[in-house]
């Protein structure tokens, strides 16, 4: 369909569908308050993946989705009825005890502290065990190798036995020559592809140097998210996507290790922002022991779904992760609970809530899936495996709304997604709020890498339109001042770490707002014959388009849908 007529089509749909300007639609905040404040109870422990507490928060959530009304959408089980869940093979590794590390530096020996100067994380490349002595330091810029970019910050280094050492973010963000979207980071920033291309590039290990505004958060998040157990999918190499030491430092002990070499970090930085920059050899080297117990344990997406009446294998998808980073290292008070009430028992009980809200409707002719995934906080692990085994087409995956860490600080006069992508979802989103009484603002902070940091991720890798939505920071109440300070202070003090707690003055009724937009644009994709697509110049254009057969012969069903499951039977 043409697009333009797609979007208008769509805007008159949406607005006769809207209650009221900027309505709550019948979602309780009481209810999704309720449901948060459970998940993120420290009966929860953190919601940690392979551990007693994953059984509880799956268990809980089926409950919550077979009272809500769903059938069970997971793996196929015995007379053509399915599971609740989505099995989901991952290596796990652990430190035995935490490894033991140094640094030469000008024939001194400078012992590093695991969680202190460094946070290393267990080996995820098939080794057991790491035994670095004396391994060399190259300083190899961003680390991003960009043939279509014309940018390879290694320009033929032999890292065979040495260390890479990077910055985070990539070229652009403070004013480097390549073309990177400026402040806006490109999927080169991320740590996950910093850790990828050193693999591709042979180094024995990536040191990902920290600093706050590039990395978007502070030491207290990389520490608590690096120090903990590991998770990976099963890989027939992982060692092509892993080297066999991954870990960040801190910043003033990489100008440390700079100095020592006779260099200026500083300077080095300015290098590093051009095209002619040549990977720099350092007077330090690497000592690291450490033994690490791995095993491949089966981890769990909880997937429910309603049938469509018509196109029952045609799926709209809402989508969450409800893993957090279960009990780790205590702060400060004593605390090792990581609760993750923000991050992400808000997107659940909005996934729980958006199952309740379909399933009082009359039926919509496409299938409404709902899939709370595991492992996201491990590297969006979860969705990357429902993704690469999905349980229904993607090709006839109409698209996905994510959510991860919505606002609990009451309603707000706009709303955002993660990320700068460019999609036909994202203008039905637009027209739904516009007749909600709402504005949509761009990602307020894209060079945080939000778009490449959330499930929605691995299915855009795939061609799938997805994107994860975003709360408002206009608060009605405060407005954009209020909404940035909360937002601060929440990275600061709060992300990935044990405070981030179920505070009893939270005002739930913006989230509920959230999810009647979400809700509106969900129901509008059921019940259309709507493919919205990526934009022309997308990197995701091109996948999408590679199914496009699927879409054109799409035929209402012939068969009849799966039988419900039996009362008290989870499947």
Known sequence: MNKLRWIAGSAMVLAAAS??????????PYRLSEIDKTLSSDAFEGRGVNTPAETKTVNYIIDQFRSAGLQPGGDPAANGRRKWTQDVPLLQS????????????????????????????????????????NAPLVFVGYGVKAPERNWDDYKGVDLKGKIAVMLVNDPDFEGGEGDFGG????????????????????????????????????????????????????????????????????????????AASGMDFEAAKAAAKRRDFKPMPLKATLNAQGTAKTAVITSHNVVGILPGKKYADETVIYSGHWDH???????????????????????????????????????????????????????????????????????????????????????????????????????????????????????????SGGFYRSDHFSFAKAGVPALSFRSGNDLVTGGTARGEALAVDYTAKRYHQPDDEFNPQWNFSGMAQDANLLHIV??????????????????????????????????????PAAPAPKKGERG
Do not use: C
Request: hydrophobic share 40%; aromatic share 8%.
């Open 19 to 28: 209650v009221s300007a900027a309505s709550m639609g019948g979602f309780s």
């Open 94 to 133: 652990d430190w035995q005890a935490a490894p033991t590390m140094s640094l030469n530096l000008d024939g001194q020996q400078v012992p590093l502290t695991q969680g202190e100067e460094i946070a290393a994380r267990a080996p995820t490349n098939g080794a057991k065990a790491v035994n670095l002595a």
């Open 183 to 258: 402040k806006a980071m490109t999927y080169y920033g991320r740590w996950t592809y910093k850790y990828e291309e050193g693999a591709r590039q042979g180094a024995l290990g990536v040191l990902v140097i920290h600093e706050t505004a590039p990395a978007s958060y502070g030491w207290n998040t990389v520490k608590n998210s690096n120090t903990n157990t590991m998770f990976d999918i099963v890989r027939d190499n992982p060692a092509a996507e892993h080297p066999l030491l991954e870990a960040w430092i801190q910043r003033d002990l990489t100008q440390k290790i700079f």
């Open 325 to 447: 980073l279960g009990i780790g290292k205590p702060d400060a008070n004593g605390d090792n609970i990581y609760n993750g009430a923000v991050d992400n028992a808000t997107g659940i009980a909005q996934l729980i809530e958006q199952a309740r809200r379909f399933s009082l409707e009359p039926r919509p002719e496409r299938s409404v899936v709902f899939l709370a995934v595991t492992a996201e906080e491990k590297g969006l692990l979860g969705s990357e495996y429902y993704a690469t085994h999905p349980l229904y087409p993607l090709s006839k995956t109409v698209g996905v709304l994510n959510t991860d860490s919505m606002g609990v600080w009451g309603p707000a006069k706009n709303f955002s997604i993660s990320g700068t992508a460019k999609l036909e979802l994202l203008d039905a989103l637009i027209a739904a709020g516009k007749a909600e009484g709402r504005y949509f603002t761009p990602d307020p902070h894209p060079e």
């Open 522 to 559: 969900g129901e509008q994709l059921a019940n259309s014959r709507a493919w919205p697509n990526w934009s022309a110049d997308s990197e995701f254009r091109a996948a999408r388009d590679r199914s496009a057969t699927d879409r054109a012969n799409a035929q209402p069903n012939t068969a």
